[in-house]
């Protein structure tokens, strides 16, 4: 079964630096991600539906990861995998480890 990932609301990173959140996804807008060792967002793979982030059906999705690097945050969140799913949430992981 294909994966299915729908991250609800937004996702908010506190930085220590600034200690303001950092907005990923505002349930429009996905500017504070990128797919994981791409360029940019992958949009063909993850679509913004009804507020929510998914993968696009009959496709497989691609990790997405922060553009900016954090140390010291907070991570809020909902999500939701559906059935056969296999997938999680990473943090402190780097694309160069």
Same mark, same amino acid.
């Given at each position: 079964?294909?994966?299915?990932?729908?991250?609800?609301?937004?996702?908010?990173?506190?930085?220590?630096?600034?200690?303001?959140?950092?907005?990923?996804?505002? &349930?429009?807008?996905?500017?504070?991600? $990128?797919? !994981? =060792?791409?360029? %940019?967002?992958?949009? *063909?793979?993850?679509?913004?539906?009804?507020?929510?982030?998914?993968?696009?059906?009959?496709?497989? &999705?691609?990790?997405?990861?922060?553009? $900016?690097? !954090? =140390?010291?945050? %907070?991570?809020?969140? *909902?999500?939701?995998?559906?059935?056969?799913?296999?997938?999680?949430?990473?943090?402190?992981?780097?694309?160069?480890?």
């Amino acid at each position: 079964m294909k994966i299915k990932l729908s991250i609800i609301l937004s996702i908010f990173f506190g930085c220590a630096d600034n200690n303001e959140w950092q907005i990923l996804f505002d &349930g429009k807008t996905v500017s504070g991600l $990128k797919g !994981y =060792k791409q360029k %940019e967002f992958p949009s *063909e793979l993850w679509i913004i539906e009804d507020g929510t982030l998914k993968t696009v059906p009959g496709h497989s &999705g691609i990790d997405l990861i922060s553009i $900016k690097q !954090y =140390k010291d945050f %907070e991570l809020e969140l *909902e999500w939701k995998v559906g059935p056969g799913g296999n997938s999680g949430i990473f943090y402190f992981a780097t694309e160069e480890g």
